[in-house]
């Protein structure tokens, strides 16, 4: 298929991701061009700071793309290809809160795990739905690419609630892992692997990692991670990783040894040593705090200084490696490319002793008309157990965000792997009624 020029929405215009996505688009041109990209965010003053610094940017380095940000939805949405979308609904103040209150009670306090991951999720739903409505009002055939958090119980309610929608639900966080299994490997890019996968979001294992050529990578990988996880990868290009993420990698050679047959997704260790993850918590500087004093205040800082001088040079703005992965998925999408990705998606029998109805991530072929999932045949019993108690915890969450539910959020927050009892998870859950009176919906 002839390339063409693609116009491209990005929903969450006020992110401090945005700037790395922009200048992802740009560097990648050549494969994917695009001469049209908007911003789009229901907080204009966030918006305008990142924007402005980005119009600034794309001015002096890409005056051919036509560039504009907006709060209107059919200004945003009119005439575009793909939307990519990565909204955080109530910003940082509010994840600060979904990791302080669970440890208030002795549970972990996580972004998309735990109470944490069940508060954010309900208050994501409704503004990916939003933003899906929107495109497909105003872009029909567009395609939405969605890596906005918490993607598994997201993706369970766009399953739900818009089976129909032309949206690709993904993660990241699998290609940045794979990416570490390369290095350990001698390997350039993730790309040289091909793998077998499943899980949930955020929730998922490896069993066969093979070189382009059909070589087992597998005894190599098992090999590092048995002596330091995937910190092993880590080397001078990770010197800026956060000090809470080198815990993480580290802390994966612990949740490989349960099962030394697979390769684990780094977010196992809040479900299988939640008690490990709350004794190195400090309930007064979470994550979050580490994301507002590092990321947001580089972000907005360099952004600010743009305005300021008039000028992006030396901003020190760099491109979102990581993001790369959207662009081969809108290529695929554009271009018929028939590349294998992971993504989210109903099971329907790929994962064949599991939950037909359960959105997992496993490998897909992906081209113009959509995907094609991978089967990934029968999975282990200790696998298949976890899976089972956290998708309940993923389809109790919509089902009470749909029905308005006190219990079935209740018994959602029970149910976590994270949470040692329902009364503690009453407790928690009133609290974060509370703290998001102004996002969640009405429960009863």
Not at 151 to 177: F, G, H
Not at 283 to 293: C, G, L, S
Request: hydrophobic share 40%.
């Amino acid at each position: 298929m002839a390339k063409k020029s693609y116009a491209v929405t990005v929903a969450g215009g006020g992110s401090t991701f945005t700037p790395g996505i922009a200048l992802m688009l740009l560097e990648e041109h050549d494969r994917f061009p695009v001469d049209k990209i908007c911003f789009y965010d229901n907080d204009p003053e966030r918006q305008a700071t990142v924007a402005k610094a980005c119009e600034i940017y794309f001015h002096e380095n890409a005056p051919e793309v036509e560039f504009s940000y907006t709060t209107d939805p059919e200004e945003a949405f009119t005439g575009i290809d793909f939307v990519l979308a990565h909204i955080r609904v109530g910003k940082y103040a509010m994840r600060r809160l979904d990791e302080r209150i669970p440890l208030k009670y002795g549970v972990l306090g996580q972004e998309t795990c735990g109470p944490g991951g069940i508060a954010y999720g309900m208050r994501s739903i409704g503004g990916v739905l939003e933003i899906l409505d929107y495109m497909e009002k105003y872009s029909p055939d567009a395609w939405m690419l969605n890596y906005s958090n918490p993607a598994a119980i997201v993706a369970e309610a766009t399953r739900r609630l818009r089976p129909n929608s032309k949206i690709l639900n993904i993660c990241d966080m699998p290609v940045d892992l794979m990416g570490k299994m390369a290095d350990m490997c001698g390997l350039n890019t993730w790309r040289d692997l091909t793998v077998g996968y499943y899980g949930l979001n955020h929730f998922g294992w490896w069993d066969r990692i093979y070189d382009k050529d059909g070589n087992d990578l597998m005894p190599q990988i098992k090999e590092h991670m048995a002596a330091n996880g995937y910190a092993d990868a880590l080397s001078e290009t990770n010197q800026h990783v956060d000090e809470s993420w080198v815990h993480t990698f580290q802390k994966a050679r612990d949740v490989y040894a349960l099962d030394p047959e697979t390769i684990p997704n780094t977010y196992l260790k809040y479900y299988l040593f939640p008690d490990y993850v709350v004794a190195g918590s400090d309930p007064n500087y979470t994550r979050a705090d580490e994301v507002i004093a590092g990321r947001e205040k580089n972000v907005f800082g360099a952004c600010k200084d743009i305005i300021a001088k008039g000028t992006s040079k030396d901003c020190g703005f760099e491109a979102d490696a990581h993001a790369t992965y959207i662009v081969d998925l809108a290529c695929a999408l554009a271009e018929n490319t028939m590349e294998r990705f992971l993504l989210i998606v109903p099971n329907e029998g790929c994962v064949e002793n599991f939950d037909r109805t359960a959105m997992v991530e496993v490998p897909c072929i992906v081209g113009k008309n959509g995907y094609e999932k991978i089967c990934q045949g029968s999975i282990p019993q200790f696998q298949k157990g976890m899976m089972e108690q956290q998708v309940s915890v993923e389809k109790l969450t919509v089902s009470a965000w749909i029905d308005h539910s006190y219990q079935e959020l209740w018994q959602a927050l029970t149910l976590s792997k994270t949470v040692p009892s329902a009364s503690v998870a009453k407790q928690i859950l009133d609290d974060l009624i509370e703290a998001n009176k102004d996002y969640w919906p009405e429960l009863h």
